[in-house]
């Protein structure tokens, strides 16, 4: 069943990281939001100062206009939203649903990998003495939140998957105490998301089947931070004639590449995946 065209459209997204360029991948994701969606928000998640360059994204707007996939009304950059993030997880904090983690990487690694049958509260790795002593010598830390605490408060969670036209069960147990910002930035993918998908009214967020797992913080978030919860449908990810998965550092796959190896958009777009042009089940199913 797929739902009539007289039902108003989804709001959807396309968030790309200004990591590198624009891929195939890529381009089928704002594809499959632009269809769902008849047209997309287009946000540039670019929290991660490290990572990120404004040289990526002009270059992203650049190919997605070539193979004309407008956006509607400006880019939204999350760096400029680094405030609402810090109110997000200060609404945590003071619920006491986050806790500092003063671990090392090295420490982390070694907690993370010993044998647990339960995901591991890292602030018990070290004495409450020590912790103190790093947050003294200003050691800046990383904030996880006490998921058992977390899922106790909230209750029986789920989120709606338009896939499958399914509720599907909020289930961390993969997760554990997942962070919620890290050291050098103070925010992460998780917090942010959540955030800006209700900050941009995002009704079904649309993306790729590997980012899947996270849907279940992202809803546990969103209960805790008493946003509204947006539908979701995780596509398929588009893979080389091999079957792997397209990675962006594959050069060879950048839209930028194909458009000078005279390639046209709909050569492009053609050789991508048929995406969706209506919803397989409605927003109120
Ligand atoms: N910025 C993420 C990425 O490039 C996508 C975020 C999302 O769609 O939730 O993988």
Redesign the pocket.
Known sequence: MTVSSSIPSPVT?????P?GLLHLG?AY?ALVASRLGHGYIL?I?DIDHTRCRPEFTSEICRDLEFLGLPWRGDPIFQSHRLDAYADALASLRARDLVYPCFLTRTELAEVLSAPQEAPVATDSAISASEAHRRSKQGVAPAWRLRTAAALDLVGDLTWRDLRGGVNRPVEMTVHGDVVLARRDIGTS?HLS?VVD?SLDGVTL????A??ED?THI?RLLQALLNLPSPAYFHHDLVRDTAGSRLAKRHDAQSIQHLREAGQSAEDIITSLPPAPDSLPFGLDF
């Open positions: 997204r396309f968030a790309p990281s990591t890529h994701s946000r998640d993918y998301v998908d967020v649309t993306r790729g590997d980012l996270s992202h």
